[in-house]
């Protein structure tokens, strides 16, 4: 026997409609590939009854009114819109969406924004004493306007108690993906993945960004130029103290500056880099895992492993197999 699992998504004019449409379809296809058992009914919940225009131009419909949602929710999920000013895009803050969220989401299980979604509960006070994040660009807006708020701008989502964020536009298939693998398993949300041509998963720490997007060119030339050589030489001698003594730095000092001009330390900026390296490798030849490991300065198939587990969460086979190219060449 099935359970209900009632998933209501809140809409209002301008919703971006990926958000919206993005979860509901993971959590339909999660009902396909049980055969019903799991269960998801989404509902569109609107502040009147009727048609709402997407900032894509598509119309929904809403199924109930806010007033009209009562009882128990399994998930409470609440897309965002964004205003375009020159300095670049400000969250929206529907003010009927808040006034909703503060009566709806004591009767959820759990509460999910997407994209820039995070600014409508930090209005409502659900994200008070908690870390969040939003997409990138209106991080610092999430951050100014409630410091209640600790806001990380880097994972895909993040999940606080019974309160996730999920970050960029996309990742909202990301955030609903977790949640069907946490209700059903990963075996199922797996199969959704498939059926989206998706990776699962890019876990909710893993970064918005591919290294060199995730970093701004830095102040310093030198620190660009070191950038350039650590991907340049993958395969060569990259630990702190060697770079240290390349930049003619004192080991501490070196690692001070790294860190203040690209906001992580010179291991991890490395590490990053070198696991980015072994996915393009993975997805466009058939090298050997022992060749991808060395090309990429990872020295062996073990440490290439733990290096995949701990970046996004996968072994260098299943993602080879989700991700190569039809016609891989030998590279």
């Known amino acids: 026997m099935s359970t209900t699992r009632r998933v209501v ?31 998801y009914r989404v509902q569109l919940a609107g502040p009147a009854s009727g048609a709402v225009a997407t900032s894509a131009g598509v119309r929904l419909v809403t199924d109930l009114t806010f ?76 951050a100014a306007d409630h410091p209640a708020v600790t806001v990380d701008p880097d994972p895909v989502f993040i999940r606080s108690g019974n309160v996730w964020t999920g970050a960029g536009i996309s990742a909202c298939m990301d955030l609903a993906l977790a949640m069907v693998s946490e209700d059903l398993g990963e075996e ?90 072994a996915r393009r490798l993975l997805e466009s030849t058939d090298q050997p895992l022992e060749r991808v490991a060395a090309a990429c300065g990872l020295g062996s198939v073990e440490s290439l492993h733990r290096a995949l587990r701990k970046q996004i969460g996968t072994t260098p086979a299943a993602y080879r197999r989700r991700f190569r190219t039809t016609t891989p060449t030998a590279g």
Not at 100 to 125: D, Y
Not at 224 to 243: K, N, Q, V
Request: charged residues 25%; neutral net charge.
């Open 9 to 39: 998504i809140a809409v209002f004019p301008d919703v971006d409609l990926l958000d919206v449409t993005g979860p509901a379809e993971v959590f339909a296809l999660a009902n396909r590939e049980t055969g019903g058992r799991a269960g």
């Open 67 to 142: 007033a009209e949602v009562d009882g128990v929710l399994d998930t409470l999920l609440v897309p965002g819109a964004v205003d375009l000013h020159p300095g670049g895009p400000v969250a929206r803050i529907d003010r009927d969406v808040v006034a909703w969220l503060r009566t709806a989401a004591p009767l959820a299980r759990r509460v999910a924004s997407v994209c820039v979604g995070a600014h409508l509960l930090a209005a409502a006070g659900l994200l008070d004493g908690r870390t969040a994040t939003t997409h990138w660009s209106t991080a610092a807006q999430l």
């Open 188 to 277: 199922v949300a797996l199969a959704v993945a498939r059926r989206l041509v998706m990776y699962l998963k890019r876990q909710g720490g893993q970064s918005q960004f591919s290294v060199p997007l995730s970093r701004p060119a830095a102040s310093r030339r030198d620190i660009d130029e070191l950038r350039m050589f650590i991907g340049d030489h993958l395969d060569a001698d990259l630990s702190t103290a060697a770079l240290a003594e390349r930049m003619r730095l004192s080991e501490r000092h070196f690692a001070r500056v790294f860190r203040q001009e690209t906001g992580t330390t010179p291991g991890a900026y490395v590490e990053a880099a070198r696991v980015e390296a």
